[in-house]
């Protein structure tokens, strides 16, 4: 079967900085695929490349067998992503964002209200359905983010720290959607440095570190015997495991 996100070779530079070197990963259709490292690990910059958002200066990336950069109209179509540090239209409301984006994706203007309609609501941003993005909160805008990403009934979700700033009840909400989403077929690649929150959703993770693969498999091949933070810490951790404290705040 034809894997729902296929990465070849990934490479990425910034100046002296090997922020991706080589990076190979295959998310197989109907996974809940989790994607775990430290800030500045990698992983943004993997999962950019991967949909298009940035260009790699070596490497490859496919959405079910089609290249992101020589066919990105059919390899986009399939994708839903939430980007760390989304930009909005901060002048429009939610349901705006929503008409606006559903419309640039060319799809009718019936279907576009009725499907705003039920994320708005499911995501409980119905009740800020006439505020104006810039008057939205962090997890408001992670909300609005989400229901963009799912506006045109993706195959694949590629989601960069979701949860972050989201309330737990909101977070509860989008855990059943996303759940739902898997269990009707589509596929989901999700970053995050919460490794309790990847264990609770994700069947498979790879850990990212500086811009290599550290270790990929199915949640429990990763793990083994121990917890994924724990196995975490063991790849990618410093080698010196004493206590740091400072000095001033002892008693």
């Avoid at 760390?84 to 939610?94: H, N």
């Amino acid at each position: 079967m034809t894997p729902a996100l296929e990465i070849s070779g990934l490479t990425k530079r910034f100046g002296d900085k090997l922020a991706a070197d080589a990076i190979d990963l295959s998310v197989p259709q109907g996974s809940f695929f989790g994607l775990v490292g430290q800030n500045g690990a990698g992983k943004t910059t993997t999962l950019s490349m991967a949909v298009g958002m940035l260009r790699p200066d070596g490497g490859s990336a496919r959405i079910f067998g089609e290249d992101v950069w020589s066919a990105p109209g059919r390899a986009k179509a399939m994708v839903g992503v939430l980007p760390d540090g989304l930009a909005m239209p901060e002048r429009l409301t939610g349901r705006e964002v929503l008409t606006y984006l559903g419309l640039l994706r060319g799809l009718d203007k019936d279907v576009v209200a009725r499907r705003a309609g039920e994320l708005l609501a499911v995501l409980e941003l119905d009740s800020a359905e006439k505020t104006l993005v810039v008057e939205y909160s962090t997890g408001m805008r992670k909300k609005i983010g989400l229901a963009t990403a799912l506006l045109h009934a993706p195959r694949l979700l590629v989601l960069d720290e979701p949860f972050e700033a989201v309330d737990p009840v909101s977070a509860a909400t989008i855990k059943t959607i996303l759940r739902g989403f898997v269990a009707g077929g589509g596929s989901i690649v999700l970053s995050s440095h919460v490794m309790a929150l990847v264990e609770q959703l994700c069947d498979r993770v790879a850990v990212i570190d500086k811009g290599t693969v550290a270790a990929a498999g199915t949640l429990d091949e990763v793990r083994g015997a121990s917890s994924l933070e724990e196995t975490f810490v063991a790849l990618v951790g410093e080698q010196d495991n004493g206590v740091k404290e400072l000095s001033w705040l002892s008693r």
